[in-house]
């Protein structure tokens, strides 16, 4: 029995899934039993590798009957309603390199804390993460400098993009060559729009910020994965609002927030919540400077929200 093909989903909507195997691009639906095998989490998604039967070759029809392991994944946490503690893991997008987190300096305002969000979901998930601040004409150089200097004095990589002026794209060009990268971040903050700019010619809905609320409008409904001309992948998801992360802990929050999950180390009990115990050597770097006093706000936040999640 010849072996089944196996291929990556491009795109995913309603249960329909359009699959890359080779040169071609199938339409696939998938069994009942794959859709069924996750049970509380996305069963198929977009950068997913799948196992499919050919259904009708001329038609370029298929039928989904394996999802392969994922090397990684961008998830999130949804609520059916405000009292549900549990809720479902959305997988946004699978097998992806490095999350791309964009950012607006304004319109809609900067949310430093929605940074640390993704980037907490990148360490779970084992994406490389990329923080890219765009719209940066609006904004001027010294309100800007002090988030840059936060993040990179962490390690992480920060580009500074005008998706209108076309500042910083050739940089993020550069930094996406070859990789499988997933574009997120708030509703309007231009992710569309820097897509427009790495891939002349593909159709992207852009919608502005709404003037009266400060909010972006949801311009993409659905993620789908792009090819780039130089070589690489993007996947162009949609914005959000919130960001609920999935099965986070007290200790993920701790691991991933690595400026403190270093200074941790010297803090003289070894379960310290890093509030009110003497000898806290994380409190005692934010009195000194060496831990932004901010980052250490949604660290507390991200924490407690975590412990909440797991009180039951």
């Not at 639906?29 to 069924?36: I, P």
């Not at 039928?63 to 994922?70: F, K, T």
């Not at 852009?206 to 909010?215: C, D, I």
């Amino acid at each position: 029995m010849a072996e089944l093909p196996t291929g990556k989903v491009l795109r995913s909507i309603r249960g329909h899934f359009w699959v890359a195997a080779g040169n071609e691009i199938y339409h696939c639906l998938a069994r009942d039993s794959v859709m069924k095998a996750s049970k509380g989490s996305t069963p198929i998604t977009v950068g997913d590798d799948v196992r499919f039967e050919l259904v009708d070759e001329a038609e370029g029809e298929g039928i989904i009957v394996e999802v392969l392991p994922r090397r990684t994944k961008l998830s999130r946490k949804v609520q059916t309603s405000p009292s549900e503690k549990s809720g479902y893991e959305d997988v946004v997008a699978a097998n992806v390199d490095q999350l791309v987190i964009v950012a607006s300096v304004r319109q809609p305002p900067l949310r430093p804390g929605l940074i640390d969000r993704y980037l907490v979901a990148a360490g779970k998930g084992g994406l490389d993460p990329l923080i890219c601040l765009n719209k940066i004409d609006l904004a001027r150089s010294e309100e800007v400098e002090p988030i840059v200097e936060i993040y990179r004095s962490l390690g992480y990589p920060v580009i500074l993009t005008s998706a209108r002026s076309g500042q910083g794209v050739d940089e993020l060009r550069h930094h996406l060559r070859d990789k499988i990268s997933v574009f997120a971040g708030h509703s309007g903050v231009g992710k569309s729009t820097l897509l427009k700019q790495l891939c002349p010619g593909i159709e992207v809905k852009v919608a502005e910020v709404n003037p009266k609320t400060g909010r972006g409008r949801h311009t993409t409904t659905t993620a789908q994965l792009v090819p780039l001309p130089e070589g690489g992948y993007v996947i162009d998801t949609p914005g959000i609002r919130q960001f609920g992360l999935w099965d986070l802990t007290p200790e993920d929050v701790q691991a991933y927030f690595v400026e403190i999950a270093e200074t941790a180390r010297e803090c003289r009990f070894r379960d310290c919540s890093h509030t009110v115990e003497p000898g806290c050597a994380v409190r005692q770097a934010v009195q000194q400077g060496r831990i932004h006093p901010q980052r250490w706000e949604h660290f507390l936040k991200l924490r407690e929200e975590a412990k909440q999640a797991h009180t039951f």
